[in-house]
C-alpha cells in the first residue's frame, strides 16, 4: 500500500475514532446519572484517548517528504 | 462553562472529525494538515478535559448525590422540622449552600480532599451496581466524621469560639481542635441523619412554609 494511502488510512481510523468518544461524551454530558462520569471517562476518555495517540503515531512514523531529505543533504553539504 | 456549552463545543469537534473521516484529501494542503492537528488532537482533548470538569461540578451537587434512590430517606432527612437534627438544620438555614449541601460537609479539606472524596464516590458507584446495596439505614461513613469539616466553617466563628459549651470546661475547645473530642460521635452533636430512627412524629418543613 503507498504511503499516502496508508496515511489516509490512519487519519480515518483516527478520526472515527475521535468521533465516536466525541459522541459518547456529548451523550455523558446530557445523561444525568452518577455512571455518566465514569462511562465519559472509561468509554469516551478511552476511544479519544486512542484516536489522538493513533494521529501523533501516523504523523511521526510518516514517511519523510522529499522536500525534508533535500534538507538534510542541504545541511551535511 | 455552561453544560450546554461544552456539549456544542462536543459536537461541533465530532461534525469536524466527521468531515476528516469523509474526506481525509483536505489533509494535504498546509491548511488541512493544520485543520487535521486541531481536530485530531487539540479540540478532542480540550473537550474531553472540559467535560470531565463538567461532571466534576456536577458531581458535587445535591440533586446529583440524591439521584441514586438509595440516597431518598437522606435527602428527606435535610427536610425534618427540627433543628436538633444537624444535617437539616445546616441545609435549612443555608449553613452549607443548598445546591451542594452533601459535598460541603462530606468532602475532605485535607490536601487532594476533593479527589479522595471522588474516589469515595466511585466506590458506591461500584457497591451500587456491583453489590448488594445495604439498606439506607445501614449505610455507614468510611471513617470517623473528622472536626477538621466542621472546623472548616466553624472556626472562629463566635457561635463556636465562645459559645458556653464549648467553654464550660477549658479542655474542650483545645481537644476539639486537636480532633481528639469529636463533634459528631462524642455525644454532643450525634443526631445527624439519622435514617431509620425518626419515630412516626417527625414533621417536614418545606420551602415557602
Not at chain 2, 469537534?13 to 493544520?34: D, F, H, M, Q, Y
Not at chain 2, 427536610?79 to 460537609?105: G, K, S
Amino acid at each position: 500500500m503507498p504511503a499516502g494511502e496508508f496515511m489516509i488510512r490512519r487519519l480515518r481510523i483516527s478520526g472515527a475514532l475521535v468521533m465516536i468518544g466525541l459522541l459518547v461524551e456529548a451523550l455523558c454530558l446530557v445523561w444525568s446519572r452518577p455512571i455518566a462520569f465514569v462511562v465519559l471517562v472509561c468509554i469516551g476518555g478511552a476511544f479519544i484517548g486512542i484516536g489522538v495517540l493513533l494521529f501523533l503515531y501516523s504523523l511521526v512514523s510518516a514517511a519523510p517528504h522529499p522536500t525534508d531529505s533535500a534538507g538534510v543533504v542541504r545541511d551535511k553539504r | 462553562m455552561p453544560t450546554i456549552a461544552i456539549v456544542i463545543l462536543v459536537l461541533f469537534s465530532a461534525i469536524l472529525a466527521g468531515v476528516l473521516v469523509v474526506r481525509p484529501s483536505i489533509t494535504v494542503s498546509r491548511a488541512g494538515k493544520i485543520l487535521a492537528f486541531g481536530v485530531l488532537f487539540f479540540l478532542p482533548l480540550f473537550s474531553l478535559l472540559a467535560g470531565m470538569d463538567n461532571e466534576m461540578e456536577r458531581s458535587k451537587s445535591t440533586a446529583f448525590c440524591l439521584s441514586c434512590h438509595i440516597m431518598d430517606s437522606y435527602g428527606k432527612s435535610l427536610h425534618i422540622d427540627d433543628a436538633t437534627y444537624l444535617a437539616a438544620a445546616h441545609f435549612q438555614n443555608h449553613r452549607v449552600p443548598a445546591d451542594e449541601a452533601c459535598y460541603t460537609c462530606h468532602t475532605n479539606y485535607a490536601m487532594f480532599g476533593t479527589f479522595k472524596a471522588k474516589l469515595g464516590g466511585l466506590r458506591h458507584l461500584y457497591v451500587f451496581y456491583l453489590k448488594k446495596m445495604p439498606l439506607p439505614e445501614d449505610i455507614k461513613l468510611h471513617e470517623p466524621f473528622n472536626n477538621r469539616e466542621c472546623l472548616h466553617c466553624h472556626l472562629g466563628a463566635r457561635s463556636f469560639e465562645q459559645g458556653a459549651t464549648h467553654n464550660a470546661d477549658p479542655a474542650t475547645l483545645p481537644a476539639i481542635k486537636a480532633n481528639t473530642l469529636s463533634c459528631i460521635s462524642s455525644g454532643c452533636h450525634d443526631v445527624v441523619h439519622n435514617v431509620g430512627h425518626w419515630g412516626n412524629n417527625v414533621k417536614f418543613w418545606s420551602e415557602g412554609n
